[in-house]
Nanobody, 121 residues
Framework: HTVESGGGLVQAGGSLRLSCAAP????????MAWFRQAPGKEREFVGSIILSRAIVQYSDSVKGRFTISVDNSKNTMYLQMNALKSEDTAVYYCAAADTMNRATMMIYGYWGQGTQVTVSS
């Protein structure tokens, strides 16, 4: 499974970088993604990256503020979050999709335990 880290408390307008470490067999899959879940809300897609092509996509709510990257030498995916807002407060999870079909259908697995991000206004 994946292991997220880097969460914390930050003021609105600040930045955080989350990390997601994964075993090599997961990093050799098709795609990885970040999701988040705020209290009382459903889990929300944040963004994803096709590992072999470094093609990324983001939800409209984070586009222009968040950036996904990977370090293949460390089998780690990152989520750089800038210009944070109070509505970004959530538990952030990373997950992986083994195949293109699974990624296209948003069928992700290998969920981590999540890391809490709290943005104070």
């Amino acid at each position: 499974h994946t292991v997220e880290s880097g969460g914390g408390l930050v003021q609105a307008g600040g930045s955080l970088r989350l990390s997601c470490a994964a075993p090599e067999r997961i990093f050799n899959g098709y795609a990885m993604a970040w999701f988040r879940q705020a209290p009382g809300k459903e889990r929300e897609f944040v963004g994803s990256i096709i590992l072999s092509r470094a093609i990324v996509q983001y939800s409209d709510s984070v586009k222009g503020r968040f950036t996904i990257s990977v370090d293949n030498s460390k089998n780690t995916m990152y989520l750089q979050m800038n210009a944070l807002k109070s509505e970004d407060t959530a538990v952030y999870y990373c997950a992986a999709a083994d195949t293109m079909n699974r990624a296209t259908m948003m069928i992700y697995g290998y969920w981590g335990q999540g890391t809490q991000v709290t943005v104070s206004s």
